[in-house]
């Protein structure tokens, strides 16, 4: 039962330099989240993926890029690293069975602390 | 502009004591509130959640109340244990859980409870 794969769990980055993280589900969900957890801020959407080959803006977007890969794959992608990125990030996926049957499962997070 | 507010912050209950974190939310389009649980380390997991026809909805120690008119709902914790510290993070979604862009997270609350 893998549910929603992380990759890295921590990163070290440089101001300036670039990463991706990576998510995978595995349970056939059509829709795809990533979001930043702060101390005192919550969750916060960055980008979501509705169903395969579409990607829109959340709440705070911008420093990012996604690619919904393939059905499976969402990734997110820091073109140039700032402090202000610093934060746990998380992917999540969304079963949907119908009206007021929501869920949300979500990775396990990446940690990650721009210098 | 915040849409689910979340208070308080932080909370610290005895064990066996009843803990209560409220939020209230400000889009009248809400129709689903969930609650989610998150454990240090951990991503968020679905805790329990409520549709707006319903005024309480319980689950084993857990209640949610909804009160549709003061748009604010609560989730109640009975005979609190030590096991329940994590932080809790109320949220609400659109179209009946099926919004597109999913969930909007209050702030959170960290809870503590003390043997």
């Known amino acids: 039962n893998a549910g929603v794969t992380q990759t890295p769990k921590f990163q070290v980055l440089k101001t300036g330099q670039s990463m991706t993280l990576q998510c995978a589900q595995d349970?056939?969900?059509?829709?795809m989240y990533w979001y930043r957890q702060d101390p005192g801020m919550g969750l916060r959407l960055i980008y979501y993926?509705?169903?395969?080959?579409?990607?829109d803006k959340g709440e705070v977007p911008n420093g990012y890029n996604v690619s919904r890969l393939n059905k499976r794959e969402f990734s997110l992608r820091l073109e140039s690293a700032a402090p202000s990125q610093t934060s746990v990030y998380f992917c999540?996926?969304?079963?949907?069975?119908?009206?007021?049957?929501?869920?949300?499962?979500f990775g396990s997070g990446t940690q990650l602390s721009v210098l | 502009q915040q849409q689910v507010k979340q208070s308080p912050q932080s909370l610290i209950v005895q064990k066996g004591g009843i803990s209560i974190i409220n939020c209230a939310y400000e889009?009248?389009?809400?129709?689903?509130f969930p609650w989610y649980q998150q454990f240090p380390g951990k991503g968020p997991a679905l805790l329990i959640a409520?549709?707006?026809?319903?005024s309480e909805k319980k689950e084993g120690r857990f209640t949610i109340s909804f009160n549709k008119s003061a748009k604010q709902f609560s989730l109640h914790i009975m005979d609190s244990q030590p096991g329940d510290s994590a932080t809790y993070f109320c949220?609400?979604?659109?179209?009946?859980?099926?919004?597109?862009?999913?969930?909007?997270f209050g702030k959170g609350t960290h809870l503590i409870i003390q043997p």
């Open positions: 999540a996926s969304r079963e949907l069975s119908g009206p007021f049957n929501e869920k949300l499962f």
């Open positions: 349970m056939n969900h059509n829709s």
């Open positions: 993926s509705a169903s395969e080959g579409t990607t």
């Open positions: 889009n009248t389009a809400f129709d689903y």
């Open positions: 409520i549709r707006p026809d319903v």
């Open positions: 949220a609400a979604s659109l179209d009946s859980g099926g919004g597109a862009d999913g969930l909007t």
